[in-house]
């Protein structure tokens, strides 16, 4: 007979395999076919993989809490390893559509569900799969997320086998998560319904209707290059003869030139003249200027010289400005911005890319193709609204283009319309095709299924949604925000976010819809299917997702909360899927008419912290705040014996005297405690893409820490300020060394401390400060990152003395010059001398002048066995030149590590000390060699200990 669920530790609250989760996550950031990001664009879509484990960590039991089981800490510790296990195979991509994998973690969800109701289940082997699913339905609590966005954590649920729910006030938002979690069980199993269906396939999942989405794409694609191939002219060689598909026309933006000399005629602007930096396929725009007509035109040269290529690198405008092409007169963007509100920027048609067979083929613009692109747009009411007046995300309202249709070319605008008329037309071939298919078996229950959504009618308006997806997909490269990337390995169209904003582009390019490389209709309806045919989901595995305000919510009971809130102001997520919303309300409005009754997607609303929407910082900070609080508070109320679990990404980036704070972490976690959640644990996980330059070489916030979440305990007590910090003193140790074993990066451990830090804080009831009032978050914040800085610096006292003596130069002056006599006072704090630090070979003083020398001045042949006494400063440095050189890389970091010794682990060390001091002084650029060291540092040992294997091998022969 069942019982009172019983309130028992899970496993998340004690230890879940971070290194495995985060390797995952990161990993999936490179998945590409299948993946259900590529379904639709949405923003900071958290990596299935830690949701998944995190959900999973989340209801299984941890061993300690069932004694009656694991009486012992080695048989609790045995168990754990097991659970460990389990989510370590879990995780992996692979994993995802792996039912014999996917039904064992089912099982242990259930077998922790039942022991918290009294109950016992039959062992594994002794339950079909199906009865599995069946019990954790009847039994498990809904996994519901009030911020559900790109649905990353609903549809991890319902992978689990779990009811999987979510809202989210976006209506964009709502549509992507209604596509993966309500579309595909509804029609699951289902052959397709077209012309050419395989009746004898086995139709699997969600297959049919994947298979259903791809015939009308490509009947989509043949009628839109009926109507408007035309518009697309293919390139004439230059034998004259031979054709070949155009990829993308490049455009320049063009302005009137401020010098009197040109009298108004148009210049270009365009950040680069480089087409392809590929070796051996380089090739430029050359733009011929007449100076006595005051003329220009754009010729090609496939041919450039190395000077040739970097003198193209350099363009006509610039973060400081442009310049106008014909007379060399400055452009500042006073000009630029007046010229293009007052209707006089144009265009110029720079080069021509087309498909060659085994190269890219660049050509010169001609009339003809010039011509093409001249049509008149149809007109498009929902695109004449107003771009969003955002002044940090969007930019191109500063020059003139303010309109949604602005950020089209009269071609695209046109071929986008057709597309979405084709949707429409679509559709009523998937229902008169549904209801031809469905009238012999389905014919006695036409009635039935229409009225539970799963008639005729619901499989067109699902197929109709995924094919509108394909456009909006289509649109995210077919705009004037698009770029044409040069790189060796990019020679292709880059999409408009690249970044999560609008920025203004100067030079874009404009890709062609019928070709085969970037923004084809045909490659993204096939991405969009492909995503269905992965999508493994049984049929009687609820989900739901609703239009809903978080923050007027009203959750119920009973459920299992795990959600990923909107970060502060990170992201203007109403605003950037205006974007979309404006065209899939032309597209969709009578499909969805509940989501797309407004003209554009609500703002007011929106839980983000926009000073221009509410009228300043102060009063933006106070509606996150409470709106905050009432989701919280919402939230806390909801869940009974499982924890919360929120997903929160904000750096801290405020530097005061006493540390580095951040208003989006304060208020967030100012709320948390406010509406009476204590944070019971924290997890540093990897949710942002690893790799890249960006990643690589810049301070991007790689993890989001996850926050576990139980209501406080009604007896909590009240503390004082000295004991918060000795609490800190006593506890953040561990915590920091269990961080870096997880292997958290440098560029996280600032984030990553806050959550054990808060941890303490909202365990208490209060925290008073020394004059009586209570402590409010942003101070106990500040606390947190004194004392991690105490327990970070304690460390340098392992250094050898050259070491700490550069660490504390360091710090102070970086590589500037400072004064001899301080120079002095630092060595003696050490047991150093100044003319030891002379002869150290990495430090100069002369005169009254003291320096760190730079590492482009240090010895190219520095070995540490011919250093003599090598220092660990020395080791870190000259791993981080040789990483960095043209000519080394990790093969030549390999080689010095394998020098190295014992010396080693500490230069890794170093790196990271040395990377929190540029973050705490913002030297970013100087920052960015430490985190790349310790980025690549796995990949430094594994080919170092290959390279020390193969030296073996040949010494052993």
């Avoid at 496993?11 to 639709?40: D, M, Q, Y």
């Avoid at 839109?224 to 993308?248: C, F, M, N, Q």
């Avoid at 496939?302 to 310049?323: F, H, I, M, N």
């Avoid at 430094?940 to 052993?956: G, P, Y």
Wanted: hydrophobic residues 40%.
């Amino acid at each position: 007979m069942a019982v009172a669920a019983k309130t028992r530790k899970k496993l998340i609250e004690v230890s879940i395999p971070l290194e495995v989760i985060n390797r995952e996550s990161a990993r999936e950031k490179s998945i590409r076919h299948g993946h259900p990001s590529t379904l639709h664009l949405w923003w900071a879509r958290r990596p299935l993989a830690a949701c998944r484990a995190v959900l999973f960590a989340q209801l299984v039991d941890d061993p300690s809490s069932c004694p009656e089981e694991f009486p012992t800490v080695e048989l609790q510790k045995a168990e754990r390893d097991r659970l460990h296990n389990l989510i370590e195979r879990l995780v992996p991509w692979e994993a995802s559509t792996n039912e014999v994998i996917l039904t064992e973690a089912r099982y242990e969800i259930a077998r922790s569900v039942a022991r918290g109701r009294g109950e016992v289940l039959p062992p594994l082997g002794q339950m079909k799969p199906q009865a599995i699913i069946e019990y954790l339905q009847s039994n498990a609590p809904p996994v519901y997320d009030p911020f559900s966005g790109g649905g990353s954590i609903p549809l991890e649920a319902q992978r689990l086998g779990l009811k999987a729910t979510g809202s989210d006030l976006n209506p964009v938002a709502v549509l992507i998560g209604k596509a993966l979690i309500e579309f595909p069980p509804k029609f699951c199993g289902r052959k397709p319904v077209n012309p050419e269906v395989n009746e004898l396939h086995q139709w699997k999942g969600a297959q049919g209707l994947a298979d259903d989405v791809r015939y009308y794409g490509r009947w989509m694609r043949a009628e839109a290059e009926r109507r408007i191939g035309h518009l697309y002219p293919k390139a004439k060689l230059k034998d004259g003869k031979a054709e070949a598909t155009v990829i993308s026309w490049l455009w320049a933006r063009t302005v009137p030139s401020p010098d009197p000399r040109a009298k108004g005629t148009h210049v270009p602007l365009a950040s680069s003249f480089v087409l392809s930096a590929r070796p051996g396929q380089e090739a430029i725009v050359k733009p011929v200027v007449d100076r006595a007509k005051m003329t220009w035109v754009f010729e090609i040269d496939d041919k450039p010289t190395k000077s040739d290529l970097e003198v193209a690198q350099v363009g006509t405008v610039d973060r400081r400005g442009g310049v106008c092409l014909l007379t060399g007169t400055p452009m500042p963007f006073t000009h630029i911005r007046a010229e293009g509100q007052a209707g006089r920027m144009g265009v110029r048609l720079m080069a021509i890319v087309a498909e060659g067979s085994r190269a890219r083929i660049y050509l010169p613009p001609n009339d003809e193709h010039i011509n093409a692109a001249l049509v008149s747009p149809p007109e498009v009411p929902e695109l004449e609204q107003d771009l969003p007046d955002n002044p940090r995300d969007f930019k191109t309202p500063n020059y003139g283009i303010s309109r949604w249709r602005d950020l089209f070319t009269p071609r695209q605008l046109t071929a986008l319309a057709t597309f979405s008329d084709l949707v429409k037309e679509a559709r009523g071939q998937v229902l008169a095709d549904a209801k031809k298919h469905w009238s012999g078996a389905y014919a006695d229950d036409l009635r039935r299924l229409a009225d539970g959504g799963l008639g005729p009618a619901a499989y067109a308006d699902a197929v109709t949604t995924y094919l509108a997806f394909a456009v909006d997909k289509v649109s995210e490269g077919s705009n004037t925000i698009c770029t044409w990337s040069a790189l060796p390995t990019k020679l292709h169209v880059v999409s408009a976010f690249g970044r999560q904003a609008m920025p203004m582009v100067w030079d874009y390019a404009e890709a062609n819809p019928f070709a085969t490389s970037s923004g084809n209709i045909e490659r993204m309806t096939v991405l969009v299917s492909k995503v269905l045919d992965t999508a493994l989901i049984a049929t009687d595995v609820a989900g739901a997702i609703e239009p809903k305000n978080a923050s007027e919510n009203r959750f119920g009971e009973g459920l299992l909360i795990s959600t990923d809130p909107p970060y502060y102001d990170n992201i203007g997520y109403a605003d950037l899927s205006d974007f979309f919303y404006v065209r899939l309300r032309q597209t969709l409005g009578d499909v969805h008419p509940a989501l797309f009754r407004r003209v554009l997607t609500p703002k007011k609303e929106e839980l983000i912290a926009t000073p221009y929407r509410h009228g300043g910082r102060d009063e933006a900070e106070a509606f996150f705040l409470n709106g905050m609080k009432l989701a919280l508070r919402g939230l806390a109320a909801a869940t009974e014996s499982s924890p919360v679990t929120i997903y929160y990404a904000f750096k801290q980036s405020e530097a005061s005297e006493d540390g580095i704070t951040s208003a989006g972490w304060s208020t967030f976690l100012q709320a948390v405690t406010d509406c009476g959640l204590a944070i019971d644990g924290t997890w540093p996980v990897r949710t942002e893409r690893a790799g890249g330059f960006r990643n690589k070489e810049a301070n991007a916030l790689a993890s989001s820490i996850v926050l576990v979440c139980r209501r406080r305990e009604t007896s909590a007590l009240t503390i004082t300020r000295a004991d918060f910090v000795r609490a800190l003193r006593r506890e953040l140790p561990e915590a920091l060394a269990e961080i870096r074993r997880a292997g958290v990066g440098p560029t996280d451990i600032q984030q990553a401390a806050i959550g054990p830090g808060i941890g303490v804080f909202t365990r208490y009831a209060n925290v008073l400060n020394t004059d009586g009032t209570s402590m409010i978050v942003k101070d106990a914040l500040r606390l947190v990152n004194q004392v991690r800085e105490e327990i970070t610096s304690s460390a340098d006292a392992d250094y050898d003395s050259e070491t700490r003596f550069a660490l504390d130069w360091f710090a102070a002056k970086g590589f500037e010059n400072g004064k001899s006599g301080d120079a002095i006072v630092m060595t003696n704090a050490v047991n150093v001398s100044l003319n030891g630090m002379n002869e150290a070979g990495f430090f100069e003083a002369r005169g009254g002048a003291a320096r760190l020398l730079k590492r482009d001045e240090l010895p190219d042949d520095w070995e540490p066995v011919r250093a003599g006494r090598a220092t660990v400063w020395e080791a870190c440095q000259h791993l981080i030149k040789r990483l960095s050189a043209e000519d080394g890389g990790i093969e030549a970091a390999a080689a010095l590590y394998n020098c190295l010794g014992a010396l080693a682990e500490p230069a890794h060390a170093l790196a990271r000390r040395l990377y929190d001091i540029c973050e705490q002084r913002q030297w970013a650029s100087e920052g960015r060699f430490y985190n790349r060291l310790h980025q690549e540092w796995d990949a430094i040992e594994k080919r170092a200990a290959a390279l020390a294997e193969s030296s073996s091998d040949l010494f052993s022969r």
